[in-house]
């Protein structure tokens, strides 16, 4: 990472890297922190810590500081105290850099932002920084959402996620947003694609679609990557509002599955913008972009051979895939092989020349010994006037184990018989077990990290 | 919604009318499956989810399988 902003440094010190509405940081000021906090690392003897912090423009040195001495950095997400005291103890992290004032003695050492970013200090000044071998592990931690269970943590090298940078061209006239948290590894991401190509992250805090739609007409946003949830929150906030149409020039999905009918909502909604799909996860890293415009990805994907960096293969129905810059293994966990074949969780088709997914293995719901994919429903409702948003999820049911269930967000004005009736309507032809036996309306979808909840909490 | 009987039946005899399968002269006694409104397992389970939004529980829910809907009525009297 710090190896990133240190090559745009060399070359242009007084580069924007980041941009909130309250700071402006280049590239040379960021590899000067940088360095600060390699220092201030070395000198307290640091080699692992997390950080409660949101602002970019802080938690950026950090981890940049970090990959230069080899330090394993793990970004929390932001919780409450009892949620981070609980990561605190799961993940044995005995230091803890935060500003917040609400998570003083949460961890054996707590240490404010400003504690590293001074460096070694007057008393140590001079600190020399370690020796790390070019093939030695540059450790980092990120974590999952622990949906499905306790959050794990997934160790990374900055290496290998760098590598996957390789072919990014330079394009600093770029401003991509930040919709994500840089706990997440989707933020980690559009962070190693804004630092390789020598753009600027435009991170708004918090990271919600209307911070993020704001961001993008105030600070002059020209790309942007976020969950298909996040877009449609975006497209719903900026049809109510009314304002201007941010000049997108590329619009990037990705972290959950992706409804066909959202892409040519987005070509819609921003015609100046070239519309992309990206597959990823925090496991097996990022696998490149889709950028024809289709739903789900090309069937070249699959069966590339042992000399590609990425690999995917389809076994009973769930896709798998071999990384060259994928997780390292899990904290606490036995060691695994880095490069071997992982089983993704992600159900898939193939239909023609594509692979479409339908939904995650876990949120298959079994309805009375029948197994029903969410994503085809959601497609399916989300097309009748007046939805604005659907959630189809399994819901416990004592007759068939289980049933589809539906919760819908509906556009003003729309009479909510009328709209269920349509939904039955739109849904009779499908298979009994697959058709929503239990229909809502609501206010708000359940999200998680901005994504669709499809499991029941 | 209460679970006064006129309510239970108001709800369960909406939801037959609504799937088509309400029999003329529904009543306390008309068989819910089968030759009486002929609910297959998975209009039950709709049912069960149904009477359960509507009235906060449900027969089915704790392990009961009414046959008709006085049977159902049964369950909310002496809930």
């Known amino acids: ?457 | 919604m209460s679970t006064a009987t006129a309510d239970v039946q108001k709800t369960v005899t909406d939801f037959l009318s609504s799937i088509e399968k309400l029999p003329e002269g529904f009543g306390a006694d008309t068989p819910l499956y089968a030759d009486g409104a002929g609910l297959d397992s998975l209009e039950t389970a709709e049912l069960s989810a149904t009477l359960e939004d509507v009235h906060g529980s449900d027969p089915y829910s704790v392990g009961e399988m009414p046959q008709t809907l006085g049977e159902i009525l049964a369950f909310y009297a002496g809930a």
């Not at chain 1, 020399?128 to 070019?134: F, K, N, R, S, Y």
């Not at chain 1, 990705?254 to 892409?263: F, M, Q, R, T, V």
């Not at chain 1, 415009?293 to 896709?319: C, F, N, Q, T």
């Open chain 1, 1 to 457: 990472m710090d190896e990133l902003l240190r090559r745009v440094a060399a070359v242009d010190p007084d580069r924007v890297a980041v941009v909130t509405h309250d700071v402006t940081r280049t590239y040379g000021q960021l590899a000067d922190d940088a360095l600060r906090v390699a220092a201030a690392l070395t000198a307290r003897k640091i080699r692992r810590f997390a950080i409660a912090e949101v602002e970019a423009a802080a938690v950026l040195p950090l981890l940049a500081g970090a990959s230069l001495v080899g330090a394993e950095a793990c970004q929390y997400p932001p919780d409450g105290p009892d949620e981070l005291r609980a990561l605190v103890e799961r993940f044995d992290h005995d230091v803890l850099v935060t500003d917040r004032d609400d998570l003083q003695g949460i961890a054996l050492e707590v240490l404010a932002v400003g504690d590293l970013l001074a460096g070694a200090g007057s008393e140590d000044g001079g600190v020399e920084l370690p020796e790390v071998a070019d093939d030695a592990v540059r450790p980092h931690l990120v974590l999952t959402t622990g949906t499905t269970g306790a959050p794990r943590g997934v160790r990374h090298d900055w290496n290998r996620l760098v590598r996957g940078t390789a072919r990014v061209r330079p394009a600093p006239e770029e401003r991509w947003l930040l919709a994500f948290g840089l706990h997440q590894f989707a933020g980690l991401q559009v962070l190693l694609h804004v630092a390789a190509s020598g753009a600027a992250l435009v991170a708004p805090a918090p990271r919600r679609p209307i911070e993020g739609l704001d961001a993008m007409r105030a600070l002059g946003v020209t790309h942007a990557s976020a969950t298909p949830t996040y877009w449609r929150f975006l497209i719903a906030q900026m049809r109510s509002d009314g304002g201007p149409v941010p000049a997108l020039r590329q619009v990037t999905l990705g972290g959950e599955a992706i409804p066909g009918p959202l892409l040519g909502e987005l070509r819609t909604a921003f015609p100046d913008a070239s519309v992309s799909q990206v597959y990823a996860a925090s496991e097996f890293g990022s696998t490149g972009s889709m950028r024809d415009g289709r739903p789900g990805l090309s069937v070249d994907v699959l069966e590339r051979g042992d000399e590609a960096d990425v690999d995917m293969r389809i076994v009973d129905g769930e896709l798998w895939i071999r990384s060259r810059s994928g997780m390292l293994g899990y904290h606490g966990e036995p060691e695994i092989d880095a490069d071997g074949w992982r089983a993704t969780g992600d159900r898939v088709e193939i239909e023609g020349d594509r692979i479409l997914f339908r939904g995650r293995t876990s949120e298959i719901i079994n309805v009375g010994g029948v197994k029903v994919h969410p994503l085809p429903i959601e497609e399916r409702v989300a097309a009748v006037p007046g939805v604005v948003m659907a959630r189809v999820f399994g819901r416990p049911n004592a007759m068939t184990g289980a049933i589809v269930a539906l919760e819908v967000v509906t556009a003003p004005g729309t009479d909510p018989d009328t709209l269920k009736a349509a939904v039955k309507a739109a849904c009779a032809d499908l298979a009994p077990a697959s058709r929503p036996r239990s229909i809502k309306i609501v206010d708000d979808i359940a999200t998680t990290g901005s994504k669709i909840l499809r499991r029941e909490p």
